[in-house]
Structure formats: C-alpha cells, structure tokens
C-alpha cells in the first residue's frame, strides 16, 4: 500500500472509517480508472477512492480506437491524455484485397494513462499496491484487514470466464520495436492478414493478422493477433512471428517493450446467468466484467468512457443514491449493452461455426471491401438495420447450411481453461 487511507487515520483500535466514503472504486484498470477520473472532473463533491492491487493504473496495455467511436460530447474526457493519433487513416491488407480507409485513429498506452491519472488526481483519491480481499455494499476489506466503508461501491476487476456464455478467444502479442533507422509508416496497418492462417503449437487454423503502430519515426509497435478457440498462447512462437514480419520489413533495433494477452470474444449464452456469478448485493459492476466490450473485436474504451460520464453525471445530480441504486442503474446498462450488441454476437458465431478455420479470414475480408462509413459504425457498435443487411448480403463466405445453423445457434460453450 503506497497511500495512506483518505480522509482518517486509522490504528489497530479503529478498524473501520471515521468518514465513509462516498464510492469505491475496486480496480483502477481502464473502466476504474476513467469514472475515477470522471468523478473527479464532473463530480467534485463526491469523497471517492481507487482501491488497486498492481503498482500502477492500468497494468500493462495498450487500448485503441477509431475517433468516431466516442460521440463528440464524450471525447472531452480523454483530454489531456498523451495519445498517439494519425489522422492520415489506416490501411488494411488481405490475400486478395488492400484499402486505405480514411477515419482517424487513436492509441493510448497504459503508461500514460497511469501517468495522467497521478498528475491530476488528488493523492487521497488512489491506493495503489492495495488489494481488496473481500466487497460488499457496504465496502471492502483489504488484504491486510483495513475495512474501508462507502455509501456506494464500483466493482471494477477483470473479466471472470463463465459456463454461461459461449464463443471464443482473440490471443495477442505485441512488441515496440525502436528501429536503427526511420520505419517509413505514415498510418497504423489495422490488419495485415496477408500472413498464413496457423495458429501456433495445436491450436489449428485461426483468423490471424498482425497490427503496426508508428508511434514516432523510428519506433513501431508490432502485434501479432489471431482469434481461436482455446485460451492458449505460446509466447515464443508468437514472438518469433513479430520478429520475421519485423524482419520481412527491413526493421532492425532492438525491443523496448511488450505486452500480451487474451480477450474472449463473445458469441452468445445467459447474460443473466453469467451477471449473477460475478455479481455482488448492492455493488456496480463496471468494465469487461460487467459486460461491457464489443462482442467481436473486444474493444473496450468507447463503452468505458460512456459508463464513466453516466456515472459521475448521476452521482453529480444525485448525491442522496444509494449503491443498490447505482448497480441497477449499472445493470440497466449492461443489459442494454447485451442486447443492443446481438447482432455482433451472431456475426461472431458466423465466425466460430459457419466458417471453416482456415477460411475465417475471407469472412473479414469481405466486410473490408464495404464502404467506410459502415465500417466506422461496426467498430463503434452502432451498426444501422441498412448496415447489418449488408454486411450478410452478396457471396457469402460461409457455406450457406452452415450460417443458417449459426445463425439459430446457441455458440460454442467459453472453454473455461484459465488462460496461459
């Protein structure tokens, strides 16, 4: 624990707060981080804290997004982030298709996400290198027995697999590399799935691409990204691949960061079910473990800003709230979210189960070919009737038995392995 308790002073005497708080805030990953930052900026008033278990904000990512993800209102809230953004669009390249598109994009690594939040939150507000052993409504108890009390509680930790919902996995790798010389990239390269199809060490043949970032003149991110059915990744082989497409470019220098993970990518189940066995009794659930993400490309930021804003708005015009209040407002929006998203889970069992391993990519590569603007709406989760029509319109790409049976299925059961 770096910070002192906010607001107290506490001994072995005075187990609980002298002065609750007015919100906990359980997590300080993306979701946690921005409502704190909103509570802050729109909420003034309001006493809260960030309880968070890692040494820093954010752990260890990098989010990304299109600008016309986030509605013009919303974007004051990623203000004075230090962000890297191109304005020029991005380029996309299949075996048989290569397109510039022109919306502008944006990329934020959780170093200086952590650093903005330090700078601009008061001290008392955050308590790093802190973890929350138990939460309830009525607070948390730390792992070293300190209980903290609040009028309300936001529970902001990561995703938890559940039996309940079904679909698949995206694994990724992903390396800066600082080049001896200028890497020549002017636009990120959003997918570059002209790579072969294999997923590596077993895990069969998967939707794969890689995905470059210039982030100054000499330095490029590298990823390596590939959708499948198992929460597998065999980090060496996954490296060794971001080292040949470095090659493959003529970039040479040497690796001055990295970052992997594994996002599931949701494709249907009982959103209900799998709220109940993460939920607690009058705590918020906020961020990818309640629900809140692109069922298909997994993003996250664009819905993470929109649920910071509505909290802090509503705990502004509403100081009297109580925490059952605020997590049903929470799950209001959750179940909003979920359906509001069906159609982004039945394309995702399009691509579980109609498409054959091997042939995922040319699903992809056929939305590629439609027109900019649809694409923009796909990746904001804003996709029109029009949109969605024809996005299943023209040769399909899918055998046609199998989508129908995708279409009125369920989705393959989330392997519940623990991801490596």
Known sequence: MVDSTPNQQLDDSAPHDVIPHDVIIVGGGLAGGLIALAL?????DCRFVVVEAGRSFGGHHRWSWFETDLPVKARPLMAGFDLNGWDEGYDITFPRLGRTLPTSYRSLASAEFHAKLIAELPAERVMLETKAASVDAGGV???????????RVIDCRPFKPSKALSGGWQVFLGQQFRCETPHGLTRPVIMDASVDQLAPHGNGAAYRFVYVLPLSPTDVFIEDTYYADQPKMDADVLKGRVAEYAHRNGWKGEIVDQEAGILPVISGGDFT????????PGVALAGARGGFSHPLTSYTLPFAVDNALAIAHLIARRPDLTGTELAAFCQRRAKRHWRATAYYRMLSRMLFEAAEPDKRVVVFEHFYTLRGALVERFYAGRSTWPDRLRILTGKPPVAIPRAIRALFSSGKPLNMETPA
């Open 273 to 280: 079910a799998a709220l109940a066995e993460v939920a607690i």
């Open 40 to 44: 802050h900026r729109h909420a003034p």
């Open 141 to 151: 108890t730390l792992a070293d027995g300190t209980r903290l009390t609040a009028k």
